[in-house]
Protein backbone atom coordinates (compact mmCIF):
# COMPACT_ATOMS: atom_id res chain seq x y z
CA UNK A 1 0.00 0.00 0.00
CA UNK A 2 1.69 3.19 -1.54
CA UNK A 3 1.26 6.07 1.29
CA UNK A 4 -1.48 8.20 0.97
CA UNK A 5 -2.71 12.06 2.29
CA UNK A 6 -3.16 13.33 5.41
CA UNK A 7 -7.31 13.15 5.27
CA UNK A 8 -7.93 14.18 8.94
CA UNK A 9 -6.20 15.43 11.95
CA UNK A 10 -6.37 15.06 15.51
CA UNK A 11 -4.84 18.42 17.41
CA UNK A 12 -4.61 19.36 21.33
CA UNK A 13 -2.90 21.91 22.88
CA UNK A 14 -3.01 24.21 19.51
CA UNK A 15 -0.67 21.39 17.88
CA UNK A 16 -1.50 18.19 15.44
CA UNK A 17 -1.59 15.10 18.23
CA UNK A 18 -2.35 12.63 15.54
CA UNK A 19 -3.25 12.07 11.80
CA UNK A 20 -4.91 9.78 9.65
CA UNK A 21 -4.27 8.90 5.77
CA UNK A 22 -5.91 7.81 3.38
CA UNK A 23 -7.54 7.80 -0.26
CA UNK A 24 -11.11 8.73 -1.57
CA UNK A 25 -12.72 8.98 -4.79
CA UNK A 26 -15.87 10.36 -6.56
CA UNK A 27 -17.13 8.81 -9.61
CA UNK A 28 -20.25 8.84 -11.89
CA UNK A 29 -21.84 6.13 -13.80
CA UNK A 30 -19.60 6.04 -17.08
CA UNK A 31 -16.56 5.99 -14.65
CA UNK A 32 -15.67 9.57 -14.87
CA UNK A 33 -14.20 10.48 -11.67
CA UNK A 34 -15.02 14.07 -10.43
CA UNK A 35 -12.20 14.37 -7.46
CA UNK A 36 -10.21 11.85 -6.01
CA UNK A 37 -7.07 12.02 -3.35
CA UNK A 38 -4.45 9.23 -2.63
CA UNK A 39 -4.12 5.35 -4.08
CA UNK A 40 -7.69 4.96 -5.69
CA UNK A 41 -6.04 2.10 -7.72
CA UNK A 42 -5.40 -0.07 -4.66
CA UNK A 43 -6.91 -3.30 -3.47
CA UNK A 44 -9.29 -2.28 -0.56
CA UNK A 45 -11.63 -4.30 1.08
CA UNK A 46 -14.99 -2.69 1.39
CA UNK A 47 -16.84 -5.04 4.23
CA UNK A 48 -19.47 -4.25 5.22
CA UNK A 49 -19.85 -0.61 3.53
CA UNK A 50 -20.91 -2.61 0.41
CA UNK A 51 -23.74 -4.62 1.65
CA UNK A 52 -26.17 -2.29 -0.69
CA UNK A 53 -24.22 -4.79 -3.33
CA UNK A 54 -24.70 -7.74 -1.11
CA UNK A 55 -28.31 -6.67 -1.13
CA UNK A 56 -29.08 -6.50 -5.02
CA UNK A 57 -29.23 -9.89 -6.03
CA UNK A 58 -31.67 -10.92 -3.13
CA UNK A 59 -33.83 -7.82 -4.97
CA UNK A 60 -33.05 -8.91 -9.10
CA UNK A 61 -33.98 -12.39 -8.03
CA UNK A 62 -37.16 -11.83 -7.34
CA UNK A 63 -36.79 -13.39 -3.65
CA UNK A 64 -37.65 -10.20 -1.92
CA UNK A 65 -40.74 -9.44 -3.76
CA UNK A 66 -41.93 -13.46 -3.26
CA UNK A 67 -41.41 -13.09 0.42
CA UNK A 68 -43.20 -9.70 0.51
CA UNK A 69 -40.08 -7.34 2.40
CA UNK A 70 -41.21 -3.83 2.86
CA UNK A 71 -38.48 -1.14 3.29
CA UNK A 72 -38.04 -1.44 6.67
CA UNK A 73 -36.79 -5.00 6.08
CA UNK A 74 -34.42 -4.14 2.70
CA UNK A 75 -32.72 -1.09 4.76
CA UNK A 76 -31.54 -3.72 7.11
CA UNK A 77 -30.56 -6.11 5.00
CA UNK A 78 -27.82 -3.52 4.06
CA UNK A 79 -27.26 -2.22 7.77
CA UNK A 80 -24.29 -2.69 10.21
CA UNK A 81 -26.63 -2.06 12.89
CA UNK A 82 -26.34 -2.08 16.67
CA UNK A 83 -28.98 -4.87 17.52
CA UNK A 84 -30.88 -2.81 19.11
CA UNK A 85 -34.50 -4.47 19.47
CA UNK A 86 -36.20 -2.45 16.54
CA UNK A 87 -33.05 -4.04 14.90
CA UNK A 88 -33.61 -7.71 16.19
CA UNK A 89 -37.39 -7.50 15.55
CA UNK A 90 -37.30 -6.30 11.92
CA UNK A 91 -34.45 -9.34 11.29
CA UNK A 92 -37.04 -11.90 12.89
CA UNK A 93 -39.50 -10.94 10.57
CA UNK A 94 -37.30 -11.47 7.17
CA UNK A 95 -36.20 -14.75 8.71
CA UNK A 96 -40.19 -15.57 9.42
CA UNK A 97 -41.32 -13.91 5.84
CA UNK A 98 -38.96 -16.21 3.99
CA UNK A 99 -39.67 -19.67 6.52
CA UNK A 100 -36.34 -19.54 8.20
CA UNK A 101 -34.71 -19.81 11.67
CA UNK A 102 -32.24 -18.08 14.12
CA UNK A 103 -30.23 -21.49 14.02
CA UNK A 104 -29.43 -20.78 10.22
CA UNK A 105 -27.39 -17.93 10.99
CA UNK A 106 -23.59 -18.36 10.21
CA UNK A 107 -22.50 -14.82 11.30
CA UNK A 108 -21.80 -15.48 14.84
CA UNK A 109 -23.10 -13.84 18.13
CA UNK A 110 -21.77 -10.69 19.71
CA UNK A 111 -22.76 -7.42 22.29
CA UNK A 112 -25.15 -5.41 20.90
CA UNK A 113 -23.70 -1.60 20.41
CA UNK A 114 -25.40 0.28 23.16
CA UNK A 115 -24.70 -0.02 26.53
CA UNK A 116 -28.60 0.03 27.68
CA UNK A 117 -29.23 -3.49 25.37
CA UNK A 118 -25.76 -4.73 26.63
CA UNK A 119 -27.28 -4.25 30.64
CA UNK A 120 -30.83 -5.55 29.16
CA UNK A 121 -29.18 -8.46 27.92
CA UNK A 122 -26.72 -9.22 31.01
CA UNK A 123 -29.12 -8.57 33.53
CA UNK A 124 -31.85 -10.83 32.57
CA UNK A 125 -28.91 -13.34 32.43
CA UNK A 126 -29.10 -13.95 28.53
CA UNK A 127 -25.86 -13.86 26.14
CA UNK A 128 -25.87 -12.07 22.94
CA UNK A 129 -27.40 -14.20 19.73
CA UNK A 130 -26.86 -14.25 16.28
CA UNK A 131 -29.66 -12.07 15.81
CA UNK A 132 -28.04 -9.01 18.15
CA UNK A 133 -24.83 -9.17 15.01
CA UNK A 134 -24.61 -5.97 13.13
CA UNK A 135 -25.06 -7.91 10.18
CA UNK A 136 -27.90 -10.47 11.43
CA UNK A 137 -30.11 -8.06 8.69
CA UNK A 138 -27.87 -9.04 5.70
CA UNK A 139 -27.64 -12.45 6.64
CA UNK A 140 -31.24 -12.69 7.13
CA UNK A 141 -31.38 -11.05 3.50
CA UNK A 142 -28.41 -14.00 2.68
CA UNK A 143 -30.68 -17.35 3.96
CA UNK A 144 -34.10 -15.41 2.11
CA UNK A 145 -31.53 -15.81 -1.62
CA UNK A 146 -31.07 -19.45 -0.39
CA UNK A 147 -34.52 -20.51 0.17
CA UNK A 148 -35.10 -18.80 -3.07
CA UNK A 149 -32.87 -20.08 -4.85
CA UNK A 150 -33.51 -23.85 -3.69
CA UNK A 151 -30.35 -24.24 -1.87
CA UNK A 152 -28.81 -25.53 1.15
CA UNK A 153 -28.25 -22.79 3.77
CA UNK A 154 -26.01 -24.86 5.33
CA UNK A 155 -22.34 -22.82 4.40
CA UNK A 156 -24.52 -19.93 2.69
CA UNK A 157 -21.38 -17.81 3.92
CA UNK A 158 -18.76 -20.40 1.40
CA UNK A 159 -17.14 -18.66 -1.33
CA UNK A 160 -18.75 -22.04 -3.39
CA UNK A 161 -22.51 -21.53 -2.03
CA UNK A 162 -25.13 -20.10 -4.77
CA UNK A 163 -25.44 -17.01 -2.46
CA UNK A 164 -22.56 -16.13 -2.54
CA UNK A 165 -21.53 -16.49 -6.13
CA UNK A 166 -24.62 -14.18 -7.05
CA UNK A 167 -23.35 -11.38 -4.71
CA UNK A 168 -19.74 -11.93 -7.08
CA UNK A 169 -21.65 -12.26 -10.43
CA UNK A 170 -23.58 -8.98 -9.03
CA UNK A 171 -20.88 -6.55 -7.63
CA UNK A 172 -18.36 -7.57 -10.53
CA UNK A 173 -20.54 -6.45 -13.14
CA UNK A 174 -21.96 -3.26 -11.13
CA UNK A 175 -18.29 -2.34 -10.48
CA UNK A 176 -16.35 -3.47 -13.53
CA UNK A 177 -14.08 -5.62 -11.77
CA UNK A 178 -12.61 -8.89 -12.01
CA UNK A 179 -13.46 -10.87 -8.43
CA UNK A 180 -11.71 -14.25 -9.79
CA UNK A 181 -8.82 -12.79 -9.30
CA UNK A 182 -9.15 -10.27 -6.31
CA UNK A 183 -7.50 -11.04 -2.75
CA UNK A 184 -10.87 -12.64 -0.93
CA UNK A 185 -10.77 -12.50 3.04
CA UNK A 186 -13.52 -13.36 5.21
CA UNK A 187 -15.08 -10.63 7.11
CA UNK A 188 -15.79 -10.31 10.71
CA UNK A 189 -19.26 -11.98 9.87
CA UNK A 190 -17.62 -14.87 8.24
CA UNK A 191 -18.96 -14.04 4.37
CA UNK A 192 -16.14 -13.53 1.86
CA UNK A 193 -14.79 -10.05 1.39
CA UNK A 194 -13.09 -9.04 -2.13
CA UNK A 195 -10.49 -6.16 -2.02
CA UNK A 196 -10.63 -4.19 -5.67
CA UNK A 197 -9.91 -0.72 -5.92
CA UNK A 198 -11.95 2.38 -4.56
CA UNK A 199 -12.08 3.34 -8.43
CA UNK A 200 -14.26 0.68 -8.78
CA UNK A 201 -16.68 0.50 -5.91
CA UNK A 202 -17.81 4.20 -6.36
CA UNK A 203 -18.71 3.67 -9.93
CA UNK A 204 -20.74 0.64 -8.90
CA UNK A 205 -22.17 3.22 -6.33
CA UNK A 206 -23.06 5.35 -9.10
CA UNK A 207 -24.62 2.70 -11.50
CA UNK A 208 -26.61 2.07 -8.28
CA UNK A 209 -28.31 5.39 -7.73
CA UNK A 210 -29.28 5.35 -11.75
CA UNK A 211 -32.89 6.05 -11.92
CA UNK A 212 -32.95 2.80 -14.15
CA UNK A 213 -31.52 0.07 -11.74
CA UNK A 214 -34.56 -0.63 -9.90
CA UNK A 215 -32.89 -2.65 -7.11
CA UNK A 216 -30.68 0.24 -6.38
CA UNK A 217 -34.04 2.40 -6.51
CA UNK A 218 -35.36 0.40 -3.98
CA UNK A 219 -32.06 0.13 -1.56
CA UNK A 220 -31.64 4.22 -1.73
CA UNK A 221 -35.51 4.58 -1.04
CA UNK A 222 -35.83 2.15 1.95
CA UNK A 223 -32.17 3.49 3.44
CA UNK A 224 -33.86 7.20 2.95
CA UNK A 225 -36.97 6.35 4.71
CA UNK A 226 -35.25 4.50 7.27
CA UNK A 227 -31.84 5.59 8.65
CA UNK A 228 -32.19 4.03 11.81
CA UNK A 229 -31.69 0.88 10.02
CA UNK A 230 -28.93 1.10 8.78
CA UNK A 231 -27.26 1.71 12.03
CA UNK A 232 -28.50 2.78 15.15
CA UNK A 233 -28.50 5.42 17.53
CA UNK A 234 -25.31 7.57 18.18
CA UNK A 235 -24.25 6.35 14.61
CA UNK A 236 -22.39 8.09 11.98
CA UNK A 237 -24.54 6.89 9.34
CA UNK A 238 -28.04 7.16 10.66
CA UNK A 239 -27.45 10.34 12.02
CA UNK A 240 -25.95 11.80 8.98
CA UNK A 241 -28.63 10.74 6.65
CA UNK A 242 -31.24 11.43 8.85
CA UNK A 243 -30.18 14.92 8.18
CA UNK A 244 -29.64 14.38 4.94
CA UNK A 245 -31.98 12.05 3.09
CA UNK A 246 -30.45 13.02 -0.55
CA UNK A 247 -27.26 11.38 1.08
CA UNK A 248 -26.92 7.17 1.00
CA UNK A 249 -23.80 6.40 3.10
CA UNK A 250 -22.48 3.05 4.50
CA UNK A 251 -19.91 2.31 7.33
CA UNK A 252 -17.39 -0.99 6.70
CA UNK A 253 -14.93 -1.93 8.60
CA UNK A 254 -11.13 -0.56 8.95
CA UNK A 255 -12.35 2.75 8.10
CA UNK A 256 -14.32 2.73 4.86
CA UNK A 257 -16.82 4.66 3.88
CA UNK A 258 -18.90 3.88 0.50
CA UNK A 259 -22.07 5.10 -0.69
CA UNK A 260 -23.93 7.92 -3.50
CA UNK A 261 -25.58 11.00 -4.23
CA UNK A 262 -28.28 9.77 -6.14
CA UNK A 263 -29.81 12.60 -7.45
CA UNK A 264 -26.17 13.73 -9.02
CA UNK A 265 -25.74 9.97 -9.85
CA UNK A 266 -22.61 10.03 -8.41
CA UNK A 267 -21.25 6.94 -6.33
CA UNK A 268 -17.84 7.27 -3.52
CA UNK A 269 -15.45 5.57 -1.72
CA UNK A 270 -12.69 6.16 1.20
CA UNK A 271 -10.58 4.05 2.76
CA UNK A 272 -8.26 5.63 6.11
CA UNK A 273 -4.78 3.61 5.37
CA UNK A 274 -5.32 2.61 9.56
CA UNK A 275 -8.65 2.08 9.93
CA UNK A 276 -9.77 4.63 11.63
CA UNK A 277 -13.64 5.85 11.64
CA UNK A 278 -13.13 8.94 13.45
CA UNK A 279 -10.89 10.37 10.30
CA UNK A 280 -12.91 8.23 8.05
CA UNK A 281 -15.97 10.30 9.13
CA UNK A 282 -14.77 14.01 9.29
CA UNK A 283 -12.74 13.75 5.51
CA UNK A 284 -15.48 11.83 3.72
CA UNK A 285 -18.18 14.62 4.92
CA UNK A 286 -15.54 17.28 3.77
CA UNK A 287 -15.17 15.20 0.51
CA UNK A 288 -18.77 15.07 0.19
CA UNK A 289 -18.91 18.87 0.69
CA UNK A 290 -16.57 20.09 -1.81
CA UNK A 291 -18.71 18.31 -4.71
CA UNK A 292 -20.87 21.16 -6.25
CA UNK A 293 -24.18 19.22 -5.65
CA UNK A 294 -25.61 20.10 -1.98
CA UNK A 295 -28.02 23.29 -0.99
CA UNK A 296 -26.59 25.25 1.43
CA UNK A 297 -28.57 23.90 4.36
CA UNK A 298 -26.89 20.65 3.21
CA UNK A 299 -23.61 21.66 3.22
CA UNK A 300 -23.97 22.87 6.95
CA UNK A 301 -24.72 19.38 7.93
CA UNK A 302 -21.77 18.13 5.78
CA UNK A 303 -19.32 21.08 7.26
CA UNK A 304 -20.35 20.03 10.99
CA UNK A 305 -19.63 16.56 10.62
CA UNK A 306 -16.01 17.23 8.93
CA UNK A 307 -15.03 19.57 12.32
CA UNK A 308 -15.98 18.41 15.32
CA UNK A 309 -14.37 19.09 19.11
CA UNK A 310 -13.50 16.77 21.72
CA UNK A 311 -14.17 16.98 25.35
CA UNK A 312 -12.63 15.38 28.43
CA UNK A 313 -14.51 13.23 30.64
CA UNK A 314 -14.98 16.42 32.47
CA UNK A 315 -17.10 18.15 29.33
CA UNK A 316 -14.14 20.38 28.97
CA UNK A 317 -13.17 20.92 25.37
CA UNK A 318 -9.59 19.20 24.59
CA UNK A 319 -8.85 19.04 21.25
CA UNK A 320 -10.30 18.66 17.72
CA UNK A 321 -10.49 16.49 14.80
CA UNK A 322 -10.03 18.53 11.47
CA UNK A 323 -10.69 16.50 7.81
CA UNK A 324 -7.68 17.96 5.19
CA UNK A 325 -9.06 17.01 2.75
CA UNK B 1 4.15 16.00 12.23
CA UNK B 2 5.92 14.25 9.28
CA UNK B 3 5.45 11.04 7.71
CA UNK B 4 7.00 8.43 9.82
CA UNK B 5 7.48 4.98 8.77
CA UNK B 6 4.87 1.96 9.23
CA UNK B 7 5.52 0.23 12.60
CA UNK B 8 2.41 -2.58 12.02
CA UNK B 9 0.21 -3.99 9.57
CA UNK B 10 -2.92 -5.49 9.62
CA UNK B 11 -3.21 -8.17 7.20
CA UNK B 12 -6.66 -10.35 5.67
CA UNK B 13 -7.00 -12.60 2.80
CA UNK B 14 -3.22 -12.35 2.10
CA UNK B 15 -2.47 -8.66 1.23
CA UNK B 16 -2.38 -5.50 3.77
CA UNK B 17 -5.68 -3.88 4.83
CA UNK B 18 -4.81 -1.76 6.73
CA UNK B 19 -1.39 0.09 8.26
CA UNK B 20 0.08 2.23 11.21
CA UNK B 21 3.07 4.80 10.78
CA UNK B 22 4.98 5.74 13.98
CA UNK B 23 8.39 6.73 15.92
CA UNK B 24 9.86 5.38 18.72
CA UNK B 25 13.25 5.83 20.38
CA UNK B 26 15.43 3.60 22.93
CA UNK B 27 17.71 5.44 25.13
CA UNK B 28 20.23 4.95 28.23
CA UNK B 29 20.74 7.09 30.97
CA UNK B 30 23.18 9.47 29.67
CA UNK B 31 20.83 9.93 26.11
CA UNK B 32 22.91 7.76 24.00
CA UNK B 33 19.93 6.69 21.13
CA UNK B 34 20.29 2.77 21.38
CA UNK B 35 17.34 2.02 18.66
CA UNK B 36 15.07 4.87 17.00
CA UNK B 37 12.82 4.89 13.89
CA UNK B 38 11.11 8.02 12.40
CA UNK B 39 10.98 11.69 13.91
CA UNK B 40 12.02 11.51 17.58
CA UNK B 41 12.45 15.47 17.93
CA UNK B 42 8.42 16.59 16.70
CA UNK B 43 6.70 17.37 20.00
CA UNK B 44 4.57 14.27 21.35
CA UNK B 45 1.69 14.27 24.15
CA UNK B 46 2.83 11.39 26.02
CA UNK B 47 -0.17 11.14 27.91
CA UNK B 48 -0.96 8.54 30.70
CA UNK B 49 2.30 6.61 29.26
CA UNK B 50 4.54 9.12 31.81
CA UNK B 51 2.24 8.88 34.93
CA UNK B 52 5.27 7.56 36.29
CA UNK B 53 6.90 10.74 36.28
CA UNK B 54 3.93 12.31 37.67
CA UNK B 55 3.89 9.88 40.31
CA UNK B 56 7.43 11.24 41.51
CA UNK B 57 7.24 14.47 43.51
CA UNK B 58 4.41 12.11 45.40
CA UNK B 59 7.51 10.17 46.77
CA UNK B 60 10.12 12.32 46.40
CA UNK B 61 8.14 15.41 48.30
CA UNK B 62 7.88 13.02 51.07
CA UNK B 63 3.90 12.54 51.00
CA UNK B 64 4.21 8.76 50.48
CA UNK B 65 6.14 8.02 53.36
CA UNK B 66 4.30 10.70 55.40
CA UNK B 67 0.67 8.61 54.73
CA UNK B 68 2.27 5.55 54.49
CA UNK B 69 1.53 4.49 51.24
CA UNK B 70 2.08 0.74 49.78
CA UNK B 71 3.68 -0.49 46.88
CA UNK B 72 0.08 -1.63 45.59
CA UNK B 73 -1.24 1.97 46.19
CA UNK B 74 2.28 3.34 44.29
CA UNK B 75 1.25 1.63 41.22
CA UNK B 76 -2.12 2.52 41.32
CA UNK B 77 -0.45 6.23 41.23
CA UNK B 78 0.72 5.27 38.05
CA UNK B 79 -1.83 3.68 36.66
CA UNK B 80 -4.50 3.85 33.73
CA UNK B 81 -7.03 1.50 35.66
CA UNK B 82 -9.84 -0.67 34.37
CA UNK B 83 -12.13 0.44 37.69
CA UNK B 84 -12.41 -2.94 38.84
CA UNK B 85 -13.55 -3.48 42.16
CA UNK B 86 -9.81 -3.87 43.08
CA UNK B 87 -8.81 -0.68 41.53
CA UNK B 88 -11.81 1.89 43.34
CA UNK B 89 -10.72 -0.53 46.94
CA UNK B 90 -6.83 0.76 46.55
CA UNK B 91 -7.58 4.73 45.48
CA UNK B 92 -10.23 5.08 48.35
CA UNK B 93 -7.48 4.02 50.57
CA UNK B 94 -5.05 6.12 49.40
CA UNK B 95 -7.76 9.19 49.27
CA UNK B 96 -8.51 7.85 52.94
CA UNK B 97 -4.95 7.83 54.40
CA UNK B 98 -4.31 11.38 53.53
CA UNK B 99 -7.59 12.71 54.55
CA UNK B 100 -9.11 13.22 50.72
CA UNK B 101 -12.60 12.33 50.10
CA UNK B 102 -14.13 11.33 46.12
CA UNK B 103 -15.60 14.90 46.41
CA UNK B 104 -12.46 16.39 45.76
CA UNK B 105 -11.96 14.21 42.59
CA UNK B 106 -11.66 16.75 39.15
CA UNK B 107 -10.95 13.94 36.82
CA UNK B 108 -14.50 13.43 35.85
CA UNK B 109 -16.40 9.92 35.29
CA UNK B 110 -16.55 7.25 33.36
CA UNK B 111 -17.56 3.76 32.79
CA UNK B 112 -15.19 0.94 33.88
CA UNK B 113 -13.46 -1.15 30.80
CA UNK B 114 -14.70 -4.43 31.75
CA UNK B 115 -18.21 -5.36 31.08
CA UNK B 116 -19.13 -6.92 33.94
CA UNK B 117 -18.58 -3.70 36.00
CA UNK B 118 -20.20 -1.90 33.67
CA UNK B 119 -23.54 -4.57 34.45
CA UNK B 120 -22.80 -4.48 37.89
CA UNK B 121 -22.85 -0.81 38.01
CA UNK B 122 -25.99 -0.31 36.06
CA UNK B 123 -27.72 -3.07 37.51
CA UNK B 124 -28.01 -1.71 41.14
CA UNK B 125 -28.77 1.83 39.41
CA UNK B 126 -25.59 3.55 39.99
CA UNK B 127 -23.86 5.79 37.57
CA UNK B 128 -20.06 5.63 37.29
CA UNK B 129 -18.12 7.94 39.57
CA UNK B 130 -15.06 9.64 39.60
CA UNK B 131 -13.14 6.92 41.52
CA UNK B 132 -13.93 4.51 38.49
CA UNK B 133 -11.90 7.04 36.06
CA UNK B 134 -8.99 5.45 35.06
CA UNK B 135 -7.17 8.01 35.96
CA UNK B 136 -8.63 7.69 39.94
CA UNK B 137 -4.90 6.54 41.22
CA UNK B 138 -2.90 9.20 39.58
CA UNK B 139 -5.46 11.45 41.06
CA UNK B 140 -5.79 10.48 44.71
CA UNK B 141 -2.04 10.42 44.76
CA UNK B 142 -2.09 14.42 43.01
CA UNK B 143 -4.72 14.84 45.90
CA UNK B 144 -2.34 13.41 48.46
CA UNK B 145 0.49 15.60 47.92
CA UNK B 146 -1.79 18.97 47.55
CA UNK B 147 -2.34 17.79 51.50
CA UNK B 148 1.32 17.26 51.73
CA UNK B 149 2.43 21.07 50.57
CA UNK B 150 -0.79 22.18 52.74
CA UNK B 151 -2.59 23.40 49.46
CA UNK B 152 -5.74 23.53 48.53
CA UNK B 153 -7.09 20.70 46.97
CA UNK B 154 -9.54 22.83 45.08
CA UNK B 155 -7.89 23.36 41.02
CA UNK B 156 -5.26 20.98 41.42
CA UNK B 157 -5.44 19.60 38.18
CA UNK B 158 -4.53 23.38 36.58
CA UNK B 159 -1.41 24.39 35.39
CA UNK B 160 -0.55 27.00 37.90
CA UNK B 161 -1.68 24.83 41.00
CA UNK B 162 1.88 23.44 43.23
CA UNK B 163 0.91 20.09 42.31
CA UNK B 164 1.29 20.48 38.27
CA UNK B 165 4.14 22.88 38.95
CA UNK B 166 6.17 19.89 40.79
CA UNK B 167 4.74 17.61 38.36
CA UNK B 168 6.62 19.84 35.50
CA UNK B 169 9.29 20.48 37.73
CA UNK B 170 10.18 17.04 38.09
CA UNK B 171 9.70 15.87 34.50
CA UNK B 172 11.73 18.75 33.29
CA UNK B 173 14.44 17.69 34.97
CA UNK B 174 13.90 14.27 34.79
CA UNK B 175 13.60 14.67 30.71
CA UNK B 176 15.95 17.39 29.85
CA UNK B 177 13.23 19.30 28.52
CA UNK B 178 12.27 22.68 28.93
CA UNK B 179 8.05 22.71 29.42
CA UNK B 180 7.59 26.55 29.82
CA UNK B 181 8.17 26.59 26.30
CA UNK B 182 6.68 23.32 25.12
CA UNK B 183 3.28 22.99 23.89
CA UNK B 184 0.49 22.18 26.71
CA UNK B 185 -2.85 20.83 26.43
CA UNK B 186 -5.91 19.21 28.60
CA UNK B 187 -5.82 15.66 28.67
CA UNK B 188 -8.51 13.08 29.67
CA UNK B 189 -8.53 13.61 33.19
CA UNK B 190 -8.16 17.52 33.11
CA UNK B 191 -4.72 17.76 34.46
CA UNK B 192 -2.13 19.34 32.11
CA UNK B 193 -0.07 17.01 29.46
CA UNK B 194 2.86 19.10 27.78
CA UNK B 195 4.09 17.88 24.09
CA UNK B 196 8.29 17.16 23.80
CA UNK B 197 10.02 14.62 22.38
CA UNK B 198 10.46 10.58 22.16
CA UNK B 199 13.59 11.31 22.78
CA UNK B 200 13.29 13.17 26.05
CA UNK B 201 10.60 10.74 27.16
CA UNK B 202 12.89 7.63 26.71
CA UNK B 203 15.50 9.82 28.05
CA UNK B 204 13.76 10.52 31.05
CA UNK B 205 12.58 6.70 31.73
CA UNK B 206 16.39 5.37 31.54
CA UNK B 207 17.03 7.74 34.47
CA UNK B 208 13.93 6.62 35.93
CA UNK B 209 15.31 3.10 35.94
CA UNK B 210 18.95 4.09 37.57
CA UNK B 211 19.23 2.44 40.40
CA UNK B 212 20.40 6.04 42.33
CA UNK B 213 16.99 7.22 41.55
CA UNK B 214 15.10 6.20 45.11
CA UNK B 215 11.05 7.54 43.71
CA UNK B 216 12.00 5.49 40.41
CA UNK B 217 13.33 2.12 42.05
CA UNK B 218 9.84 2.54 44.31
CA UNK B 219 7.30 2.80 41.42
CA UNK B 220 9.49 0.20 39.21
CA UNK B 221 9.25 -2.41 41.96
CA UNK B 222 5.93 -1.60 43.18
CA UNK B 223 4.54 -2.04 39.29
CA UNK B 224 6.25 -4.94 39.65
CA UNK B 225 4.95 -6.50 42.31
CA UNK B 226 0.98 -5.19 41.44
CA UNK B 227 1.35 -5.87 37.69
CA UNK B 228 -2.66 -5.76 37.86
CA UNK B 229 -3.19 -2.31 39.54
CA UNK B 230 -0.90 -0.42 36.70
CA UNK B 231 -4.06 -1.45 34.12
CA UNK B 232 -5.86 -5.01 34.87
CA UNK B 233 -8.08 -7.75 33.36
CA UNK B 234 -7.71 -7.86 29.41
CA UNK B 235 -5.55 -5.38 29.31
CA UNK B 236 -1.60 -5.04 27.20
CA UNK B 237 0.28 -3.41 30.53
CA UNK B 238 -0.45 -5.75 33.03
CA UNK B 239 -0.65 -9.06 30.92
CA UNK B 240 2.99 -8.29 29.55
CA UNK B 241 4.15 -6.98 33.10
CA UNK B 242 2.99 -10.09 34.64
CA UNK B 243 4.67 -12.73 32.18
CA UNK B 244 7.52 -10.41 31.59
CA UNK B 245 8.41 -8.48 35.20
CA UNK B 246 11.93 -7.26 34.37
CA UNK B 247 10.07 -4.44 32.01
CA UNK B 248 8.23 -1.50 33.35
CA UNK B 249 5.65 -0.35 30.73
CA UNK B 250 2.97 1.64 30.26
CA UNK B 251 0.19 2.96 27.92
CA UNK B 252 -0.82 6.65 27.28
CA UNK B 253 -3.86 8.04 24.85
CA UNK B 254 -3.17 8.00 21.10
CA UNK B 255 -0.94 5.18 21.18
CA UNK B 256 1.41 5.86 23.45
CA UNK B 257 4.24 3.73 25.12
CA UNK B 258 6.87 4.54 27.50
CA UNK B 259 8.95 2.27 29.86
CA UNK B 260 12.08 0.90 31.44
CA UNK B 261 14.21 -1.78 31.06
CA UNK B 262 15.67 -1.50 34.77
CA UNK B 263 18.57 -4.25 34.67
CA UNK B 264 19.77 -2.48 31.25
CA UNK B 265 19.54 0.85 32.08
CA UNK B 266 16.95 1.80 28.90
CA UNK B 267 14.05 3.43 28.50
CA UNK B 268 11.52 4.01 25.72
CA UNK B 269 9.11 5.91 23.97
CA UNK B 270 6.23 4.94 21.04
CA UNK B 271 4.15 6.90 19.68
CA UNK B 272 1.60 5.57 16.78
CA UNK B 273 1.00 8.61 14.49
CA UNK B 274 -2.19 7.74 13.85
CA UNK B 275 -3.60 6.61 17.68
CA UNK B 276 -3.72 3.06 17.18
CA UNK B 277 -3.32 0.91 20.17
CA UNK B 278 -3.30 -2.58 18.40
CA UNK B 279 -0.24 -0.77 16.14
CA UNK B 280 1.73 0.65 19.56
CA UNK B 281 1.54 -2.70 21.21
CA UNK B 282 2.77 -4.82 17.91
CA UNK B 283 4.89 -2.37 17.87
CA UNK B 284 6.50 -1.85 21.20
CA UNK B 285 6.86 -5.54 22.01
CA UNK B 286 8.86 -5.76 18.68
CA UNK B 287 11.09 -2.65 19.04
CA UNK B 288 11.91 -4.42 22.41
CA UNK B 289 12.66 -7.70 21.36
CA UNK B 290 15.22 -6.65 18.96
CA UNK B 291 17.30 -5.39 22.03
CA UNK B 292 20.06 -7.54 23.23
CA UNK B 293 18.89 -7.12 26.78
CA UNK B 294 16.38 -10.42 27.19
CA UNK B 295 16.66 -14.21 28.48
CA UNK B 296 15.14 -16.88 25.38
CA UNK B 297 11.80 -16.83 27.65
CA UNK B 298 11.49 -13.28 27.62
CA UNK B 299 11.86 -13.01 23.83
CA UNK B 300 9.35 -15.49 23.25
CA UNK B 301 6.87 -13.56 25.27
CA UNK B 302 7.94 -10.10 23.32
CA UNK B 303 7.75 -12.05 20.37
CA UNK B 304 3.76 -13.18 21.10
CA UNK B 305 3.26 -10.01 21.30
CA UNK B 306 4.44 -8.29 18.09
CA UNK B 307 2.45 -10.58 15.92
CA UNK B 308 -1.34 -11.78 16.98
CA UNK B 309 -3.95 -13.24 14.89
CA UNK B 310 -7.14 -11.61 14.39
CA UNK B 311 -10.63 -14.01 14.68
CA UNK B 312 -13.92 -13.43 13.78
CA UNK B 313 -17.35 -13.29 15.51
CA UNK B 314 -17.38 -16.97 14.55
CA UNK B 315 -13.68 -17.75 15.91
CA UNK B 316 -11.90 -18.10 12.20
CA UNK B 317 -8.86 -16.97 11.98
CA UNK B 318 -9.04 -13.73 9.17
CA UNK B 319 -5.92 -12.00 9.59
CA UNK B 320 -3.21 -10.81 11.28
CA UNK B 321 -1.40 -8.11 12.98
CA UNK B 322 2.19 -7.99 12.24
CA UNK B 323 5.05 -5.65 13.57
CA UNK B 324 7.25 -4.38 10.82
CA UNK B 325 9.83 -1.88 13.06
Redesign the interface.
Known amino acids: ?1 N ?1 NPVIAT ?1 S ?10 GAFVVSDAKGHVVASSGDIEA ?3 PRSAIKAFQCVPLIESGAAHRFGLNDEEIALCCSSHNGEPDHVRVAASILKKAGNAEAQY ?6 PHE ?1 SD ?2 AI ?2 SGAEPRAIH ?1 NCSGKHAGMLALARHLGAESEGYVTLTHPVQKAVAKTMAALCDVDLAHA ?8 VP ?1 W ?1 YPLRNMALGFARLADPGHTAGQWIIRAARAHPFMIAGSNRFDTAIMTKLPRLFIKVGA ?2 VYCGCIAHAGLGFALKC ?4 YR ?1 AEAAISQTLLKLDVWTADERAILAAHAHSTLS ?5 E ?2 EITATV
Do not use: K, Y
Open positions: MPVRGGIVESQHRPVFECGAHWRVVATNPVGIDGCSTAEGEDGSANWRGLVG
